[in-house]
């Protein structure tokens, strides 16, 4: 997939430290903390697709970033724009170094995603808290033991309302995949009485998003 950044903003890096700091003396002394990073225990890569009907759709996806520490992830997040500010037919996708962010992916072709789905209203209250949540998740490895079998996550912008899903590795999976949806419904702060769903890629790619039925709910 080709490299790219879709509309970058000059917004500055204000999560990350400085990196020199005034001596008495008016020299500029290097400050050792602005060095130390701290690793992540994956490698992740940001995609960013853009619905371009003149093209493939592979031609569309593109790579923007590869990061492996906190610092660079967050360099990284405040750089780019936020998803509410995407235009509709445009996903961003956070996947593991190495999986691509396609149903074909060897290591998603037996996997599934846990779905939400939100309203119009919701992309103005909740879509980039939500995402920037499910980015937390995953780069944090929160959902412990079970954490190998997240592969990434996408957001997709639409019209007729946005999506986020968590993608795993194995639909066969069921306590990895309850575990996985327990967690991430608490994260986002989802009501208990609402529920989401888990459907398998084979069947999401074999029918039409509606009338795909949920494998999983919690």
């Given at each position: 997939a080709?490299?790219?950044c879709?509309?970058?903003d000059d917004r500055?890096?204000t999560?990350?430290?400085?990196h020199?700091?005034?001596?008495?003396?008016?020299?500029?002394?290097?400050?050792?903390?602005?060095y130390?990073?701290?690793?992540?225990?994956?490698?992740w890569?940001l995609?960013?697709?853009?619905?371009d009907?003149?093209?493939t759709?592979?031609?569309?996806?593109?790579?923007i970033?590869?990061?492996d520490t906190?610092?660079?992830?967050?360099?990284?997040?405040?750089?780019?724009q936020?998803?509410?500010?995407?235009?509709s037919g445009?996903?961003y996708?956070?996947?593991?170094?190495?999986?691509?962010?396609?149903?074909e992916?060897?290591?998603?072709?037996?996997?599934?995603?846990?779905?939400?789905t939100?309203?119009?209203?919701?992309?103005?209250?909740?879509?980039?808290?939500?995402?920037?949540?499910?980015?937390?998740?995953l780069?944090?490895e929160t959902?412990?033991?079970?954490?190998?079998?997240?592969?990434?996550?996408?957001v997709?912008?639409?019209?007729?309302g946005?999506?986020i899903?968590?993608?795993?590795a194995d639909f066969?999976?069921?306590e990895?995949?309850?575990?996985?949806?327990?967690?991430?419904?608490?994260?986002?702060g989802?009501?208990m009485?609402m529920?989401?769903?888990?459907q398998s890629?084979?069947?999401?790619s074999t029918?039409?998003?509606?009338?795909?039925k949920n494998?999983?709910?919690v």
């Open positions: 080709p490299f790219c879709p509309d970058l500055q890096f999560n990350l430290p400085n020199y700091e005034e001596a008495e003396t008016g020299q500029e002394i290097v400050n050792p903390e602005s130390i990073k701290h690793p992540l225990q994956n490698k890569s995609w960013f697709f853009k619905n009907k003149t093209k759709w592979q031609a569309n996806l593109c790579l970033s590869t990061f906190v610092e660079d992830f967050w360099a990284l997040y405040n750089h780019i936020l998803s509410s500010n995407l235009i445009c996903d996708s956070l996947f593991k170094d190495g999986i691509e962010p396609m149903w992916d060897e290591r998603n072709k037996r996997g599934g995603r846990w779905l939400i939100l309203s119009k209203h919701q992309r103005r209250q909740d879509l980039d808290r939500f995402w920037l949540e499910t980015l937390l998740c780069v944090g959902f412990d033991d079970y954490s190998d079998e997240v592969c990434g996550a996408v997709n912008i639409r019209s007729k946005d999506k899903a968590i993608w795993t066969d999976n069921r990895a995949i309850t575990h996985i949806g327990r967690v991430y419904k608490e994260r986002l989802i009501p009485k529920t989401i769903g888990y890629h084979s069947d999401t029918k039409s998003g509606s009338t795909t494998k999983f709910v």
